[in-house]
């Protein structure tokens, strides 16, 4: 008996070593009024009404937003932790170009040095794309189509980043709706868009899936991918955003953000997430505005004119040719319909 009872408790400490749950992390932010565990850094900022903005419409801007302690992603140099995060966003552009795009990030860095702004999203630079010593993971929401070698598929795509801008798979916006077919995305719709990235350590299967905010996760992802991140991984790594403006310029938003190393990460609450005040800032929508404004002018003004010729036709005593006249001009109107 004494020689059976010693190892359990020594396989028991291991097993508890290998899921401390002070190595687990998992969180959810409805919104981050209450997020005061993230480190930001450069343009990004929490609004007052708890969104954190990465960019704010002006050009060549990076914009980061990490955890600010670390989450432990590599078990005895090996073993990678399946993780699970769910995270709302939302792209408003500015004058409708729209650039350059953001990324959900696992890396060394909370601040990521020398990284560049434009194609590079913040993320890596000329020096050091590519390079295996950068151990940087990231899911890119690309909204340009970058000239050069990262062979950018259009301006509207999804991809896997390993240690390079230049995308291991990548494909346009769309979900699978659950009667099979493709519906796209249009990432700069300034509409929030939910993103579910889920990677099984034990498999290596990463899961890719983007639907708008108002549904429900769609059952098949976009992107299935193998892929071994324990040369990628190091024992702790920072899980957070990039984003960046170019001469294309956004305003990138996150909404709320759920993560977690212990099974699936929690749903995110729609109802209780903060909405971008300024929606829709789009010539289109200036020129409707013009128009609204320029209407209420002119009606102001036929109004004004309308009242002061029939105080000029009462004063005239010439009340019926004032009748006559509105007759005619309602129905020279009325001949271009409405
Ligand atoms: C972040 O801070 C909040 C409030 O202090 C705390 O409840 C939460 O556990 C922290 N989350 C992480 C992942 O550190
Ligand atoms: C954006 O932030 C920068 C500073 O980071 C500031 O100079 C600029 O005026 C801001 N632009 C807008 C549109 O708020
Ligand atoms: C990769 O980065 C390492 C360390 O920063 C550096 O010594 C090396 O020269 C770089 N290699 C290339 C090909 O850029
Ligand atoms: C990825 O998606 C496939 C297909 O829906 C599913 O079988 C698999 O369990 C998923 N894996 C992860 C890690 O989400």
Do not use: C
């Amino acid at each position: 008996m004494p020689a059976l009872s010693a190892p359990l408790p020594r396989l028991f400490l291991l097993l508890l070593s290998i899921y401390s749950p002070t190595l687990a992390t998992k969180f959810l932010f409805n919104g981050f009024k209450e997020a005061a565990n993230l480190s930001l850094d450069a343009s990004a900022l929490i609004t007052s009404n708890g969104i954190l903005q990465l960019t704010n419409g002006s050009k060549r801007q990076i914009g980061h937003a990490f955890l600010s302690s670390p989450v432990h992603m590599l078990h005895r140099r090996s073993v990678v932790t399946s993780f699970s995060t769910a995270f709302v966003f939302e792209i408003v552009t500015v004058n409708g170009g729209g650039g350059e795009g953001l990324a959900f990030v696992v890396a060394t860095s909370k601040t990521l040095p020398g990284a560049e702004n434009g194609q590079f999203l913040g993320l890596l630079s000329t020096q050091n794309n590519g390079n295996f010593s950068n151990h940087l993971f990231a899911i890119e929401f690309d909204t340009v189509k970058a000239t050069g070698p990262f062979n950018d598929i259009d301006k509207n795509h999804i991809g896997v980043d390993v240690n390079s801008l230049e995308s291991n798979v990548a494909k346009p916006a769309a979900y699978y709706a659950d009667g099979g077919n493709k519906v796209s995305i249009e990432l700069l719709s300034a509409q929030p868009n939910q993103a579910w990235i889920n990677y099984n350590g034990v498999t290596g299967i990463l899961n890719v899936t983007i639907a708008p905010l108002r549904l429900p996760r769609p059952r098949r992802p976009l992107i299935s991918h193998a892929i071994d991140l324990s040369p990628i991984f190091k024992e702790y790594m920072y899980v957070g955003f990039s984003a960046a403006t170019g001469n294309l310029t956004s305003h990138h938003y996150i909404l709320g953000w759920s993560f977690s190393t212990v099974g699936v990460a929690s749903s995110l609450d729609p109802s209780q997430l903060p909405l971008p005040r300024q929606k829709d800032a789009s010539p289109a929508s200036r020129f409707r505005r013009l128009k609204i404004a320029l209407g209420v002018f002119f009606g102001l003004l036929s109004s004004i004119a309308l009242i002061a010729l029939l105080i000029k036709s009462i004063k005239d005593g010439n009340f019926l040719s004032f009748i006559m006249l509105v007759a005619q001009i309602k129905d020279k109107f009325s001949q271009y319909g409405d």
